[in-house]
Antibody, heavy 115, light 111 residues
Framework: QLVESGGGLLQPGGSLRLSCTAS????????MTWVRQAPGKGLEWVSV????????KYADSVRGRFGISRDNSKNTLFLQMNSLRVDDTATYYC??????????WGRGTLVSVSS | QSALTQPPSASGSPGQSVTISCTGT?????????VSWYQQHPGKAPKLIIY???KRPSGVSPRFSGSKSGNTASLTVSGLQAEDEADYFC???????????FGGGTKVTVL
């Protein structure tokens, strides 16, 4: 099971840190991914981190502004979001990543960026 | 990396089959057998229903099947049921910094 938290309403230029707490599987054996979905729109892959945190990748749309990290001792995944823009408004899902197949998803947390 | 191309909508009557296409390029769908399909009901999280082009996760109905030819992958839903009415998204590994690309989604309606 995955449970996201940390979403909210904020102004453009602001920062937010999302968390995703995992249970029921060996968290430290899996890569983890963030996927977002703007209201009424499709899915967009955001970022991935390897099981030990040693490798990360980002979508062009967030590279340089977002940072993914994890704490395997606490079974928790993070997404630090800086310099937020209106078009970052979306539901953010964390997902367990098995060779680019996202086989376990959280329920999502809504991030709204508006002036 | 551009999104994969899916038709915006598809429909069929109960018991019929519907097939959804997902067109990419030789750099994503055509290059790797890491195409996945996700089902999403309104207000719910996506659910993995096909991975690695043709494989079904445990618990997913055998009415869902996947295939690929060249740069185009397809999802077929056989014996349509009311519960199959949902949005369906394909994705592909890209091998590059953008890692995974999704299709725009197809809304399946059961008539």
């Amino acid at each position: 099971q995955l449970v996201e938290s940390g979403g909210g309403l904020l102004q453009p230029g602001g920062s937010l840190r999302l968390s995703c707490t995992a249970s029921g599987f060996a968290f430290n054996r899996y890569s983890m991914t963030w996927v977002r979905q703007a209201p009424g729109k499709g899915l967009e892959w955001v970022s991935v981190i390897s099981n030990n945190g040693g490798s990360t990748k980002y979508a062009d749309s967030v590279r340089g502004r977002f940072g993914i990290s994890r704490d395997n001792s606490k079974n928790t995944l993070f997404l630090q979001m800086n310099s937020l823009r209106v078009d970052d408004t979306a539901t953010y899902y964390c997902a367990r990543d098995s060779y680019s197949n996202f086989d376990v998803w959280g329920r999502g947390t809504l991030v709204s960026v508006s002036s | 990396q551009s999104a994969l191309t899916q038709p915006p909508s598809a429909s069929g009557s109960p018991g019929q089959s519907v097939t959804i296409s997902c067109t990419g390029t030789s750099s994503d769908v055509g290059a790797y057998n890491y195409v996945s399909w996700y089902q999403q009901h309104p207000g719910k999280a996506p659910k993995l229903i096909i991975y690695e082009v043709t494989k079904r996760p445990s618990g997913v109905s055998p009415r869902f099947s996947g295939s690929k030819s060249g740069n185009t992958a397809s999802l077929t839903v056989s014996g349509l049921q009311a519960e199959d009415e949902a949005d369906y998204f394909c994705s592909s590994y890209t091998g590059g910094m953008n890692y995974v690309v999704f299709g725009g989604g197809t809304k399946v309606t059961v008539l």
